[in-house]
């Protein structure tokens, strides 16, 4: 993924995680990630998993497209 995509959905995150009411620890306890790991997503600097991006667009009621930037 590119680094531009990355940041975009890191912020997509954050802003639904902070939508819901929950901390970042929160999030990685529920899907069973190290702290560190959760917030990489967030901050852009690792490319996210299919499963784990199908997981964050199920939980937050959202398409995958929606997170990737897409058709918006």
């Not at 639904?16 to 620890?25: A, D, M, P, V, W």
């Amino acid at each position: 993924m590119d680094k531009n995509l990355l940041v975009d959905l890191g912020k997509r995150l954050k802003a639904l995680r902070e939508s819901k009411g929950l901390k970042q620890r929160e999030m990685a306890e529920m899907m069973g990630l190290q702290l560190r790991r959760y917030q990489r997503y967030e901050y852009g600097e690792v490319s996210v998993p299919l499963d784990t991006l199908n997981f964050f667009a199920d939980f937050f009621g959202v398409t995958a497209d929606y997170l990737l930037g897409r058709g918006e």
